[in-house]
């Protein structure tokens, strides 16, 4: 019985390992497949049906696609920046100086996990239009430069750190900063490139909040744009919306394909489980 079972448990999971695979695949499958092909093979499928870059080239061409990505590369950029720094120097401070409420700012920060960022986008827009900002790349980054994921993440690695080494560096001269550039920065580098993929990844794929506060082509990122292009009063056919899509959201998969080893072995050595 418990050898039946045991393999009836492990048919179970491969199957719905399959299942989910197969709905995560099938649509990619599709997009991969009506981008490449004319778009009378939109419906159809043929081995032998004949392959095709119009799709990306009038893809390119009825939107201000360049524009969109040099807007979200732009912005990634100024989010990721302002995280890094925030980020390091706050970590630095909860994993390694004693001071009164340590403990509570540091719970704080990890509150702000809890918090929706749908609930604050009345707030932010309200504090945006104040600084005059509305419309503008700086006003999609703003509300995302101190991120409470951040600051867990690289104090979860910097306490993994010996202490040993930073009094080594305390010894030979080093200042505080010193020590964190000389020592600790270095010694992340894994959990930065981790942290750099989720924040772009998630940044580059934000919808809502861009939509919001931005009102003309010279701020729109590749999202907004994407949704505007792909509307359904635009008349565009969908093998170059596929197109469209594909060339929004590559970079992001080459990236994660390129670093994924190093991805996942950040997360570990962090010590979520």
């Known amino acids: 019985m418990t050898g039946a079972g045991f393999s009836f448990d492990r048919v179970l999971n491969t199957f719905a390992a399959w299942a989910l695979a197969l709905l995560w695949v099938l649509p990619l499958a599709y997009a991969i497949w009506t981008a490449f092909h004319p778009a009378a093979y939109e419906a159809r499928f043929e081995l032998l049906a004949p392959l095709t870059l119009d799709n990306f080239v009038k893809a390119w061409d009825a939107a201000p696609f360049a524009r969109y990505f040099l807007n979200t590369f732009l912005l990634v950029s100024m989010i990721l920046a302002g995280q890094f720094f925030l980020g390091t120097l706050a970590a630095f401070a909860f994993a390694r100086f004693q001071f009164p409420g340590r403990n509570i ?3 704080l920060v990890l509150l702000q996990l809890l918090v929706m960022p749908d609930i604050l986008m009345v707030e932010n827009y309200q504090t945006m239009r104040m600084l005059n900002l509305v419309d503008t790349i700086p006003a999609i ?11 867990f993440l690289l104090r979860q690695t910097f306490m993994t750190i010996p202490k040993e080494l930073d009094e080594a560096a305390r010894i030979e001269g080093a200042s505080v900063l010193g020590v964190l550039w000389r020592v600790y920065i270095p010694l992340a580098k894994p959990t930065y490139l981790a942290y750099g993929l989720v924040s772009v990844s998630h940044h580059w794929n934000n919808f ?5 506060v931005t009102n ?3 701020t729109r990122p590749v999202t907004v744009g994407l949704s505007i292009f792909s509307a359904i009063d635009s008349g565009v056919e969908w093998s170059v919306i596929n197109a469209a899509t594909l060339m929004t959201s590559g970079p992001l998969l080459i990236a994660f394909l390129l670093f994924q080893r190093q991805f996942v072995q950040s997360f570990m050595r962090a010590g979520i489980k």
Do not use: Q
């Open 208 to 212: 809502l909040w861009p939509l919001i």
């Open 141 to 151: 980054a703003l509300p995302y430069i101190a991120s409470g994921f951040g600051i």
């Open 216 to 218: 003309s082509v010279d």
């Open 105 to 107: 700012l540091f719970t």
